[in-house]
């Protein structure tokens, strides 16, 4: 069956740095588009940013633009989110979604990981 294991969450101070991982199984990775939601408390799920089969077209919202960077590698079968300059108001659960559409809207994912808490302090 599909999987997406996300990974690299964690506490991190304001202006600081992570780097998420998602490593996907069961699914034809290379031909998948991949994505990264994130979920704040009390909040609905948003689109962080996606990727497409080859990397070389990326999306990402308004609110990340600039400071957030997705990538892939095929070869591992990971996608991965580098976030810099992050900001208090990026504290929320990273989920990983895999999908056949390149789109920012969340229910045309098909495959979903479960999710890594990034929470960043003041």
């Known amino acids: 069956q599909v999987q997406l294991v996300e990974s690299g969450g964690g506490l991190v101070q304001a202006g600081g740095s992570l780097r998420l991982s998602c490593a996907a199984s069961g699914l034809t990775f290379s031909s998948s588009v991949m994505a990264w939601f994130r979920q704040a408390p009390g909040k609905e799920r948003e689109f962080v940013a996606r990727?497409?089969?080859?990397?070389?077209?990326?999306n990402y919202a308004d609110s990340v633009k600039g400071r957030f960077t997705i990538s892939r590698d095929n070869a591992k079968n990971t996608v991965y989110l580098q976030m810099n300059s992050l900001k208090p108001e990026d504290t929320a659960v990273y989920y990983c979604a895999a999908g056949r559409i390149a789109t920012m809207t969340a229910r045309q994912y098909d495959y979903w990981g479960q999710g890594t808490q990034v929470t960043v302090s003041t």
């Open positions: 990727i497409n089969w080859s990397g070389r077209s990326t």
